[in-house]
Nanobody, 128 residues
Framework: QVQLVEVGGGLVQAGGSLRLSCAAS????????MAWFRQAPGKEREFAAV????????YYTDSVKGRFTISRDNAKNTVYLQMNSLKPEDTAVYYC?????????????????????WGQGTQVTVSS
């Protein structure tokens, strides 16, 4: 099992940047595929980015490609989401998620059901 805690959310103006961090517990962090999801008010939780256990493979949903970067530091049991060129439509609660021993696939329609462990979420608000 793994416990996840997200930090780094806040209020920024359009065009600005934020970096989210997700700290994980456990001894086998590198065995977990990690992802970021986001959920806007009144909407379903949607996939944003995913990274493989040792960081060799990443995949992003089209709406964030070129603007967001997912990375991880397994020595620190931490996954990051660097968000640049933020838009008001990026406003959401951002969640860190984990799945044990999974494979990252390109062009895959990830859903929340693909992941087993979740953080509490951190609010990102982008003003216009």
């Amino acid at each position: 099992q793994v416990q996840l805690v997200e930090v780094g959310g806040g209020l920024v103006q359009a065009g600005g940047s934020l970096r989210l961090s997700c700290a994980a517990s456990g001894r086998t962090f590198s065995s977990y595929t990690m992802a970021w999801f986001r959920q806007a008010p009144g909407k379903e939780r949607e996939f944003a980015a995913v990274i493989s256990g040792i960081g060799g493979t990443t995949y992003y949903t089209d709406s964030v490609k070129g603007r967001f970067t997912i990375s991880r530091d397994n020595a620190k049991n931490t996954v990051y989401l660097q968000m640049n060129s933020l838009k008001p439509e990026d406003t959401a609660v951002y969640y860190c998620a984990a799945r044990y021993r999974s494979t990252v696939r390109q062009n895959h329609s990830y859903s929340a059901n693909d992941f087993d462990y979740w953080g509490q979420g951190t609010q990102v608000t982008v003003s216009s």
